[in-house]
């Protein structure tokens, strides 16, 4: 499949004008040139994006779904491109991290923030993306340290690490008015309980699939909801959607205040080591400092085996 950048700016700009003409001025060319570049995306996907019959121009289903993707696609690119011209322009005192979206509300502001005095007068960004994209965008020297859960991936000479803390991945749903839980996990009577899924192919769903498959199962859990992002997960749990797994670290006032409650035993629960991952390559000045500081609280790490 060969699909061009501009296509999906093409397609993305005709689902907001709804109109051929308006966007081929939008795009600066002529409005054949841009229905060309339309159907040569249609092509490309094997499905009609656009009806064509209406007017104003509508969108079909598949191009109502692709219009997601395309919209996720530009702005990650778009994203990416500049952090990559933000590198080439960073000064010397300046170190990148990767964060996983987990990660980057709750963990990630507090390990900064340990490390306050040490990193007075040198500038930190945060690059976010889901685990797998995290650990690439190391491999590939895009940052120079990555926090995330511990990664086999990363188990090479390659790569450095201190483990920073253990957390727990815990199923949790919402509480009744007496504070028990409404799903109960480990229920004798073989319930069918809804849960709330993380996608198969990211961390967290492995995780999760991993868990299931070790267990033998004395209830039924039926998917009802997916998302690639635990605090969502959080706020379906909440509302009573059913049972979602989310890192201790990420509920803990939802379960002081009450709004959600462990729905089952240590069976169901998944240790999660956090970690803070370095490739084995010389960093900045700036940056080997900061890992030394890390040795000093941390202990002193070993390559990966």
Known sequence: MNIETKWLEDFLSLAHT?????????????????????????AALGCELVDRTSM??????????????????????????????????????????AVSHTLSLSLFPAFLQSFRQELDGIGTRQLVANVDDSVQALKNGICDFLLAFEDSSLASEQFHRFELQTEQLVP?????????????????DG?????????????????VERLLRSR???????????????????????????????????IQEELRQGFLVICGGGSWRLPLNVCLYRCSRPLSDTAEAFWRVCEQNYGRSEPEQ
């Open 18 to 42: 709804q109109s051929f003409s308006r966007s081929a001025r939008e795009r600066h060319m002529t409005q054949p040139a841009f229905s060309r570049r339309i159907r040569a995306l249609e």
């Open 56 to 97: 104003p121009v509508q969108l079909t289903d598949e191009g109502r779904l692709f219009r997601i993707t395309a919209r996720n696609l530009v702005t990650q690119l778009a994203d990416s491109i500049s952090h990559l011209r933000s590198m080439k322009q960073r000064g010397a005192h300046t170190i990148d991290f």
């Open 216 to 250: 033998p199962r004395t209830v039924t859990l039926r998917q009802s909801f997916e998302s690639p992002l635990a605090d969502s997960l959080k706020v379906m749990a909440m509302q009573g959607m059913g049972i979602a797994w989310v890192p201790s670290f990420a």
């Open 191 to 207: 319930a069918t309980l809804p849960y709330l899924g993380y996608p198969g192919e990211i961390f967290l769903g492995r995780c």
């Open 172 to 188: 949790v749903c919402r509480a009744d008015e007496e504070g028990q839980p409404i799903f109960n996990l480990d229920s004798p």
